[in-house]
């Protein structure tokens, strides 16, 4: 009988040391509390994405949850040409003079803390096609996401391989 009662009392212990030390799912350790995920690995296709969501394509919801896709020219409102060895980011949110993405450069994806206060490109200006090993910003249909480029494919589609964090606001806080 004491054998079950410190078995129990020890149960109880380590639940509570779980608690302490790695807080529960929701709370103020969990890092989607701040409205920031945690770094996922993803590929960008033409299909599109959910940064939100972390799906692309037919994985999506709808296509009313596409947040971009990825083109082989850059997307309106820039200047137009046909790369077909080139690979851009077309976010969905884009306007008739913003384009929403920004490149951050050869930086750490954990350097960049928010959304920038202005974009790359715009109505009758050349974006820069993707670029490995540099970190982009993009403005989400329900937030924003930073991505860094680790690899990217022309053949047979227009891909991109990344590491992104969402937030659902403009902080991106892990």
Request: hydrophobic fraction near 40%.
């Amino acid at each position: 009988m004491q054998d079950r009662a410190l078995a129990g009392s020890l149960a109880l212990v380590g639940f509570a040391a779980t608690l302490m030390l790695g807080g529960c799912p929701g709370g103020p350790a969990d890092s989607a509390a701040s409205g920031t995920s945690a770094a996922q690995r993803l590929t960008l296709v033409h299909a599109g994405v959910d940064f939100s969501a972390g799906t692309t394509g037919d994985a999506m919801a709808s296509a009313d949850d596409s947040d971009g896709f990825t083109t082989t020219w850059p997307p309106p409102p820039n200047n137009w040409y046909f790369s077909g060895t080139e690979v851009w980011f077309a976010p969905a949110v884009n306007t008739d003079d913003t384009n929403y993405l920004k490149d951050m450069g050869n930086v750490s994806l954990s350097s960049v803390t928010s959304a920038p206060q202005s974009w790359d490109g715009g109505q009758g200006l050349d974006l820069p096609p993707l670029q490995v090993g540099h970190v982009y910003v993009v403005k989400c249909r329900d937030g924003y996401a930073k991505f860094l480029v680790l690899a990217i494919r022309t053949d047979p589609h227009w891909e991109a391989d990344v590491e992104y964090v969402f937030s659902s606001d403009s902080l991106f806080t892990n």
